[in-house]
C-alpha cells in the first residue's frame, strides 16, 4: 500500500516538471542511450555530462563538468565542431548498431563520433574522464586522450612520437564557441623540454622555459601554482607527457588548467564546490609574449622602458627602439674574436671570454650536451668556448650543460630564482681586470673578520669558538662529487649534501646554486648569523668554502634529515609518535625563543617550516637555513620593500601582502608548523583577496565545533595526550591570527607549553 502512494508520488513529480530535470544515469549501453533529458554522472557524482547551449547562441553541445561547481565551467566538448540546434529535442548520444559511440541528431544523422566499434559502454569516472569499454571491460576510447581546451588533474599533455598521437589543448574560438579557437598549449619536443603556447598551431606566443625535473624555469614558484607538475620523458618510448595532480589542500578539491579562447593559459581552483578561484595566468605581463624584445633583447617587467640590449649588444635600429618598438632587436657591437678568424683551428680561448648575466627565464632553442656529467661546470664552458657557434652556455640545477647557437631570444630576467646565462662577447666587450681566480679557503675566524668589518662594522661580534676546517677541493670530493645519492634533500638555497671531512667526520654540505637567488649577501648573512649562534636547537655551521661559483656551507649532519621527511614521506610517518612531535613543538619553539630573546643579536629567521627543521639521531629538532634571517633592534617591525621571500603557506599576511615582518611573522610561521605537526596536513596554502584559506581555516571550524582532536593526524590513532594536543593547537591558532599584535610572543609560546597556564589568552579572530 504504501509502495504504491510513493510511486503515484513519483509519477505525480515526473508530470509536474520536464523530465530533462530529473533523470541522472550512470552509462551508456547499447539498449540506454543518453537523451535530452538525461545526464551521465560519475560514481562519485563529481563529474556530470550533457546536453548544453552556450549562451546567446542557437546551438547545442555535449559537455562534461563538474556537478557540483557553479557557475559551471565545462571542461571538455564532444561535438565542438558539429553543434546541434537548440530546438533539436530528439538527439542523442547513443552506441550504434555498429559498435561506435555517436552523437546523433533527431534525424538520426550522426554528428560527432568516437570512430571506434565493440564498444559496450560508456561512462564518467570520478576524475573526469569520459570513457568508452567494450564487453570485456578494457577502455576502447577516453576523453583524455582527445582533450579540448582544458587539462584535468591526470591527464596527460604531450605526445608519443612513435606512433604519433598528440594530445594538446586547443583554445575555444569565442567563448561561447567551443570550436577550435588559434591557441594551442603542448610540449616540445626539446630535451629538456618547454610547454608553449602557440598561436595559428605554429608561432610561439608563450614559452615556460626548460623543465628542471621540478618546475619551469621561466616560472618560478610554479610547485604552488600547478600542484605537483611532473613530466614523465620516457625516451625509449619516445613518449612525452606533462601532467599535474591536485594534493589535497584541505577544502580545495578541484581544479583545472584551461587555455582560454585570447590565449591565456590559467589554472583554477575551487575550495568545497564553491565558486573557481583563479590560481595563476599566464601570459601575464608584456615580457611573457614571445620575443617581447626582439633577438639579444633582455625583458624586465618592472622596469621602464621594459627591454634593454644584452651587455656588449646595441638595438639594431634606434629610430625604432626609441619609439618602443623591439621586434628588431639587437646586433652584437664587437664581432667574436672566433668569428674573424674562422679558418684557425686553434682555440680562441682567452680571447672570447663570457658574460653572466643572472636570474632569467633562459632564451629558447637551447641544446642539451648530456655526455657533459651533472657536476662538470667548467667542462660545459670549455665546450662552449671551443666551438665557434656557441653563442651562450648555462649550467642548470637538476638539468646540467646547456647551450645555444641560434640567436638569442626570448630572454626574460626576473627579480629573484631564475637562472644565470653566459653570453660570449669578444674579449674587448667585457670588463677590464681578469676575475679574481682564487680558492678561498676560509676559517670561520677568517671570514668573520673580513666580513664584519664591511658588513657590520656596528656590531661587535662574540669571538667565535675555533674551528679550522680546510675543504680542499679533494676533500670536496668526499660528497663524491655531489653525486645524488648523497642528496640529503633541498634546502632554500639548494641542494644539502652528505659528505665526509677527511679525518672521518660526516658532514653535510650545502651547495648554494647559482640559481636559487641566494646571492652573495645571502650567503654572507647566513655565515655571519650562524657563526654567532649556539643553541642546542639551532643547526651549528662548521665552516665554509667559495671557490669562484661555487658557493659550499658546511653544517653538522644531521642523521634523521628534515621533519618534512617524517611528515611527508608516507613510510616514515608512524615513526613520529606524539610524544616526538610535542617535543619537536617544545625543541622549535626553544630555538625561536633563542633567536628572538635570549642571543646576543634579535634575529627574525623568515622562512620558518617543517624542511628547515632538521633531527638529531635523537629526534631534537634543529632549526636551519638562515638564509633569509635579519636582525633586528629593539622592537620594531621592519618593512622589506625589496622583495617579500619565503615560502607560501607559512608567510604571515601582513609580510606576504605588503613585506611587513617582525617577530610576530615568525610566531605566524610557528604557528602554522604546530598545526601541521599535529595534522599532518600540509598548509600550502593559498592568497585569494587577502584571505587565507587551507589547513588554517579548517583548523579554526574544527576549534569552533569544539571537535579540537579532530585535527590529529588519523595515524595516532588514540594514543596521544589530548590536553597536549588541545593545547598545542590552541597556541597554533593564537600564532596565525591575521593581526600580528593579537599573536603572543615567542616567551608567552614558551611559557604556555611548559606550564597549564593557557587559558587566560582568547582568541580573536581576524576575519
Ligand atoms: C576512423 O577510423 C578509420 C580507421 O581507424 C580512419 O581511417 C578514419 O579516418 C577515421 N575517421 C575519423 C573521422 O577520424
Ligand atoms: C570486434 O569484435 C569482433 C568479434 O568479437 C572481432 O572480430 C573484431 O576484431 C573486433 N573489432 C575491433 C576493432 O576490435
Ligand atoms: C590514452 O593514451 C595513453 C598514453 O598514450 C595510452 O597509454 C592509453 O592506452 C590511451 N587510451 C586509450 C583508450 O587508447
Ligand atoms: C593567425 O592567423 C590569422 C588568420 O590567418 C591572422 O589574422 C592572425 O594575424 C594570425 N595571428 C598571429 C598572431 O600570427
Ligand atoms: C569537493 O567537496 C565538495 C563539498 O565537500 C563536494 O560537494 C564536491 O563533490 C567535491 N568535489 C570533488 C571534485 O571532489
Ligand atoms: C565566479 O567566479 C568568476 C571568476 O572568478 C566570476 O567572474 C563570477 O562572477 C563568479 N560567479 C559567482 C556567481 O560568484
Ligand atoms: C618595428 O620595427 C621593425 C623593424 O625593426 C619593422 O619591420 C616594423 O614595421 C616596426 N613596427 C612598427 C609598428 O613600427
Ligand atoms: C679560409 O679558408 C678558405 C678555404 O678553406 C680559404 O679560401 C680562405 O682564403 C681562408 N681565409 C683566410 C683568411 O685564411
Ligand atoms: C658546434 O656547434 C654546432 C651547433 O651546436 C654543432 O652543429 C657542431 O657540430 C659543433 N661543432 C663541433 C666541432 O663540435
Not at 634575529?603 to 617543517?610: A, E, G, M, Q, S
Not at 621592519?638 to 621571500?645: A, G, R, S
Not at 604557528?671 to 601541521?676: A, D
Request: net charge neutral; with cysteine; charged share 20%.
Amino acid at each position: 500500500m504504501e509502495f504504491s502512494i510513493h510511486s503515484l508520488f513519483f509519477l505525480f513529480i515526473f508530470s509536474l516538471f520536464p523530465s530533462q530535470y530529473c533523470a541522472q544515469v550512470y552509462n551508456i549501453t547499447p539498449s540506454k542511450p543518453l537523451t535530452q533529458g538525461q545526464t551521465l554522472v560519475s560514481p562519485g557524482q563529481v563529474f556530470e555530462l550533457g546536453f548544453f547551449n552556450p549562451k546567446n547562441t542557437a546551438n547545442k553541445y555535449v559537455g562534461l563538468w563538474h556537478k557540483s561547481i557553479f557557475p559551471r565551467k565545462v571542461v571538455w566538448v564532444a561535438n565542438r565542431e558539429n553543434p546541434l540546434a537548440v530546438t533539436d529535442k530528439l538527439a542523442s548520444l547513443r552506441i550504434g548498431s555498429n559498435g561506435n559511440l555517436e552523437l546523433v541528431d533527431g534525424k538520426q544523422t550522426s554528428v560527432w563520433s568516437t570512430n571506434i566499434s565493440n564498444s559496450s559502454s560508456a561512462l564518467v569516472l570520478d576524475n573526469g574522464n569520459f570513457v568508452v569499454k567494450n564487453v570485456m571491460g578494457a577502455d576502447l576510447w577516453e576523453s583524455f586522450n582527445n582533450s579540448g581546451d582544458s587539462l584535468l588533474p591526470s591527464m596527460l599533455l604531450g605526445f608519443d612520437s612513435d606512433s604519433g598521437k598528440r594530445n594538446f589543448l586547443t583554445s575555444w574560438k569565442s567563448e561561447d564557441d567551443p570550436s577550435t579557437g588559434i591557441f594551442l598549449v603542448g610540449l616540445s619536443a626539446q630535451t629538456p623540454s618547454q610547454m608553449f603556447i602557440w598561436v595559428n598551431r605554429s608561432t610561439p606566443h608563450w614559452r615556460s622555459g626548460p623543465w628542471n625535473k621540478a618546475q619551469f624555469i621561466g616560472i618560478p614558484n610554479m610547485d604552488s601554482q600547478y600542484q605537483n607538475p611532473n613530466i614523465l620523458d620516457d625516451q625509449k618510448q619516445g613518449t612525452r607527457y606533462f601532467s599535474y595532480s591536485l594534493e589535497s589542500l584541505g577544502e580545495t578539491n578541484a581544479s583545472y588548467i584551461v587555455i582560454s579562447s585570447e590565449g591565456i593559459l590559467s589554472t583554477w581552483l575551487s575550495e568545497s564546490g564553491k565558486n573557481w578561484s583563479l590560481d595563476g595566468d599566464r601570459p601575464k605581463n608584456p615580457c611573457d609574449n614571445y620575443g617581447a624584445c626582439g633577438l639579444f633583447g633582455v625583458c624586465k617587467a618592472s622596469e621602464s622602458p621594459i627591454c634593454k640590449c644584452l651587455k656588449g649588444f646595441k638595438p639594431k635600429s634606434n629610430e625604432e627602439w626609441s619609439k618602443r618598438n623591439w621586434t628588431g632587436g639587437c646586433v652584437r657591437q664587437t664581432n667574436l674574436f672566433c668569428e674573424r678568424h674562422t679558418n684557425k683551428s686553434v682555440s680562441s680561448k682567452g680571447l672570447d671570454g663570457f658574460l653572466k648575466v643572472e636570474r632569467l627565464k633562459v632564451p629558447d632553442f637551447h641544446e642539451y650536451l648530456p655526455s657533459l656529467a651533472q657536476d662538470k661546470y667548467e667542462d660545459c664552458k670549455i665546450q662552449c668556448l671551443s666551438n665557434c657557434s656557441c653563442l651562450a652556455y648555462a649550467f642548470v640545477n637538476n638539468i646540467g650543460c646547456l647551450v645555444w647557437s641560434k640567436d638569442l631570444i626570448d630572454i626574460l630576467e626576473f627579480p629573484s630564482a631564475g637562472e644565470d646565462l653566459y653570453v660570449r662577447l669578444a674579449h674587448s666587450e667585457l670588463d677590464e681586470g681578469k676575475p679574481i681566480k682564487l680558492i678561498v679557503i676560509l676559517t670561520a675566524i677568517g671570514l668573520m673578520s673580513i666580513l664584519v668589518s664591511i658588513v657590520f662594522s656596528m656590531h661587535r661580534w662574540r669571538a667565535i669558538q675555533k674551528r679550522h676546517i680546510k675543504l680542499t677541493t679533494r676533500s670536496l670530493e668526499s660528497t663524491d662529487g655531489f653525486n645524488i645519492t648523497n642528496k640529503l634533500g633541498q634546502g632554500g638555497f639548494g641542494p644539502v649534501y652528505k659528505g665526509m671531512l677527511p679525518e672521518g667526520k660526516e658532514i653535510a654540505v650545502k651547495r648554494l646554486s647559482s640559481s636559487s637567488g641566494q646571492g652573495v649577501e645571502e650567503f654572507k648573512n647566513e655565515m655571519l648569523l650562524f657563526s654567532n649562534l649556539q643553541h642546542k636547537n639551532l643547526v651549528r655551521i662548521m665552516g665554509c668554502c667559495v671557490k669562484e661559483d661555487e658557493k659550499l656551507l658546511v653544517y653538522e649532519f644531521m642523521p634523521n634529515k628534515s621533519l618534512d621527511t617524517f611528515l611527508y614521506g608516507q613510510t616514515k610517518r608512524a615513526v613520529l609518535d606524539w610524544a616526538t612531535r610535542f617535543n619537536i613543538i617544545q625543541g622549535v619553539a626553544r630555538g625561536l625563543l633563542y633567536l628572538h630573546h635570549d642571543s646576543y643579536v634579535k634575529v627574525i629567521h623568515r622562512d620558518l617550516k617543517p624542511s628547515n627543521i632538521l633531527l638529531d639521531e635523537k629526534m631534537n629538532p634543529k632549526i636551519s637555513d638562515f638564509g633569509l634571517a635579519r636582525i633586528v633592534e629593539g622592537t620594531q617591525s621592519l618593512e622589506n620593500t625589496q622583495k617579500v621571500v619565503g615560502t607560501r603557506g607559512y608567510m604571515s599576511p601582513e609580510y606576504a601582502l605588503r613585506g611587513i615582518f617582525s617577530e610576530k611573522s615568525d610566531v605566524y610561521s610557528f604557528g602554522v608548523l604546530v598545526l601541521e605537526i599535529i595534522s599532518n596536513k600540509k598548509n600550502t596554502s593559498f592568497y585569494l583577496y587577502d584571505q587565507q584559506l587551507g589547513l588554517l581555516a579548517y583548523a579554526w571550524n574544527l576549534w569552533n565545533e569544539d571537535r579540537g582532536l579532530n585535527l590529529v593526524d588519523e595515524v595516532l590513532g588514540d594514543s596521544y595526550s589530548s590536553s597536549e594536543v588541545l593545547k598545542c593547537m590552541h597556541i597554533g591558532l593564537l600564532c596565525v591570527q591575521d593581526n600580528a599584535v593579537d599573536r603572543p610572543t615567542i616567551a608567552d609560546i614558551a611559557l604556555m607549553l611548559s606550564s597549564d597556564i593557557d587559558a587566560s589568552i582568547t582568541i580573536i579572530e581576524g576575519r
